[in-house]
């Protein structure tokens, strides 16, 4: 009997042990959760501001347009550049001549004349500049730093004619060089260059990027997501043609806090409404003012609205795949750090912060 009851008691005391370390490694695992999740947060808004961010303070629309004419060994140059992008310049008429050089052969064009002036009721600042070269020009290599001098997503279309020939090349800032050889390209390469033009604008934009980000964090499963993209990107579609035919261009400022509130309230819609249906209403609506940047684009560009639409739907399926099964797999594995959550929140934050700096500026 004696030992029966110690035995009871031995058994008593392990179990009481096993409890006590079972709810000790619970509290430790909890706790490592938590930890993790306010590391995954920090680290998600430091990713955040380092690639949004900056691009809030840029004007998502941010393109100009340059003129380039050859005769011989001359080259002029004739530079468009809206007024709301040098605000911040104290001079900007050398920080946007010296953003342009000219080279041919080898050897840089010397400028021999340059001056810039504002057209308040345009809304352009515009400059002019005259190129000398020692021997005729067949070959142009162009160096552009626009995005530089200005704001860091800011899109640079230059058009180059020589004679008959016409050329056309885009700038940004992963893109600063391009030669232009004045001959006449094919049908191909003509659609090949302006399909690449559009995944261009949609691969090197934060705020495009924002945009299909959004649509992956909305989408519930793999079917909404479908449908989802289908609405943004056949709305985007329509309102780009729409822009580029009638010649209109959209204000600014308008358009960018629209498209900044409809961001911040699809993220209040994924965290506060998780039920919600009808989610595609409000990807066709992002659809609207993206495609106002595009019509924009296009209007500058004088490109062949298909193509460039067509680069467009690519580079766009390509980063919701991406971003899709990147999401998918954060979820599988991390599931407790909610990272679609913890990435609306972050969504809502740089939404209501792009509204808030275009109301402001």
Known sequence: MKGDREWRQIARVRLDFESTVNANLQELQAGRT?????????????????????????????????????????????????????????????????????????????????????QQQDGWYVCHSKFEFPEPVDVLDVECTLAGATVPNHVHVLRARRGEVTEQAVFDFSFTRSTINFVPSTATEVAFSEIWAGLARVMGGPIQILFVLALVLAGRSRKELFWLAVAFILVESISTVVVNAKSWEPPTRFVEAAAALTVAYLAVEILMLPQAGYRWMVAAGMGVFHGFYFGSFLQQSQMDALFVLTGVAVGEGLLLVVFAVLLSQLKRVAAALKPVQVGSGLLFLIGMAWFILRMRS
């Open 34 to 118: 938590r930890v993790c999740r306010m590391r995954l947060s920090r680290l998600s808004a430091l990713l955040a501001a380092l690639v949004f961010v900056p691009s809030l303070f840029a004007h998502a629309m941010s393109m100009s347009n340059g003129e380039l004419e050859v005769s011989g060994n001359t080259v002029t140059f004739e530079l468009r550049m809206p007024i709301y992008e040098i605000v911040h310049l104290e001079n900007p008429q050398p920080a946007l001549l010296d953003a342009v050089r000219f080279y041919s052969h080898g050897e840089e064009g010397e400028r021999v004349g340059g001056s810039c002036e504002s």
